[in-house]
């Protein structure tokens, strides 16, 4: 099995007790976070799994299993509220007054 239809195989056993559906292209977006998990974990070890079949249940498919246990709204995070999400292109400098 690759680890594309393990990934298929159990979202779809998990979507029933999603509290809501997975956004559109999602199972393509967590599939490209996957492969640069393995792609760095190579050279910073930053997981012993090193399987991308296993990955895909012990990382992909536990972090999801955890929804429906989470208060509604829970995942509603602004993008304004994520220092990363800002525009690279300002200075420090310009932000400040």
């Given at each position: 099995?690759?680890?594309?239809?393990?990934?298929?195989?159990?979202?779809?056993?998990?979507?029933?007790?999603?509290?809501?559906?997975?956004?559109?292209?999602?199972?393509?977006?967590?599939?490209?976070?996957?492969?640069?998990?393995?792609?760095?974990?190579?050279?910073?070890?930053?997981?012993?799994?090193?399987?991308?079949?296993?990955?895909?249940?012990?990382?992909?498919?536990?972090?999801?299993a955890v929804l429906p246990e989470l208060p509604p709204g829970?995942?509603?995070?602004?993008?304004?509220?994520?220092?990363?999400?800002?525009?690279?292109?300002?200075?420090?400098?310009?932000?400040?007054?």
């Open positions: 099995m690759t680890p594309e239809a393990a990934l298929s195989r159990g979202l779809a056993e998990l979507a029933p007790r999603l509290p809501a559906p997975l956004p559109e292209g999602a199972p393509a977006k967590l599939m490209a976070y996957l492969d640069l998990l393995m792609k760095w974990n190579r050279t910073h070890n930053l997981t012993a799994v090193r399987d991308p079949l296993r990955s895909v249940s012990h990382h992909l498919l536990d972090s999801l829970a995942l509603a995070v602004r993008a304004a509220a994520c220092p990363a999400s800002r525009s690279r292109s300002r200075s420090p400098r310009a932000a400040s007054p």
